[in-house]
């Protein structure tokens, strides 16, 4: 069965230090996601991406966020300086079709979790 | 704004039978989906309504109703290995999911 997956499964980083947790999302799906879970929180919306651009972020999703699909298969999201809030576990998911169409599931990867210390 | 509640816990049997509500207030409404969560793990689909009544799949079944922004997921036959969070989302417009804190259940044997 197809999956999302992202590496590294675990990234410890000091404050101010950039990061880049990749994702690749299953093959034929179209939108790509990342959310966020702080230990003990819910599960939080960072921003959506579809045809190569962000259809949708969150408030959290700040200057210091970015997306990238630098190729056909990679999906990644870069924090320029780390913050020790920003310590969490990050969740990239991919949907195959149009919010309109019923039953759009969203498939989430494994995560990873990003310590900043 | 967006609010999704759901308790925060509920422990059950092997073999019973567990409701979990949540109970939302969006702006816009375009799908509720049901997550499971193991922890340290992924959220995994488990359902979806979009229209009121109940879906079942299984041993698990969902119910919503639109008109009082209310939404249940039924699990029958507990088993151990349905120990595990269990997580309310909304889709409102466009494609991003409003995650409930999740009702971590307990099956005890």
């Known amino acids: 069965e197809p999956e999302v997956t992202q590496t590294p499964s675990h990234q410890v980083t000091q404050m101010g230090q950039e990061v880049i947790l990749r994702c690749v999302p299953i093959?034929?799906?179209?939108?790509f996601y990342w959310y966020r879970q702080i230990l003990g929180q819910k599960v939080e919306f960072l921003v959506s991406f579809y045809n190569n651009e962000i259809s949708e972020k969150s408030e959290i999703f700040d200057d210091q966020f970015s997306v990238e699909r630098p190729d056909g298969s990679n999906f990644t999201l870069k924090i320029r300086s780390t913050k020790l809030e920003d310590s969490a576990m990050y969740f990239c998911?991919?949907?195959?079709?149009?919010?309109?169409?019923?039953?759009?599931?969203?498939?989430f990867g494994p995560g990873t979790r990003l310590t900043v210390l | 704004g967006q609010n999704i509640d759901q308790p925060t816990e509920m422990t059950a049997t092997e073999g019973a039978i567990v409701q979990i509500n949540c109970t939302y207030q969006?702006?816009?409404?375009?799908?509720l989906f049901w997550y499971q969560q193991h922890a340290g793990e992924a959220p995994t689909f488990l359902s979806y309504?979009?229209?009121?009544g109940l879906e079942e799949k299984g041993r698990f079944s969902s119910f919503l109703s639109r008109s009082k922004g209310y939404s249940y997921l039924l699990l029958k036959e507990l088993q151990m290995k349905d120990s595990a969070s269990y997580l309310c989302?909304?889709?409102?417009?466009?494609?991003?999911?409003?995650f409930g804190g999740g009702t971590r259940v307990l099956v005890k044997p």
């Open positions: 989302a909304v889709r409102a417009a466009g494609n991003k999911l409003t």
């Open positions: 969006t702006s816009g409404f375009n799908g």
């Open positions: 998911a991919s949907s195959q079709r149009r919010d309109r169409e019923i039953h759009n599931e969203q498939f």
């Open positions: 309504n979009v229209l009121d």
């Open positions: 093959s034929n799906h179209l939108y």
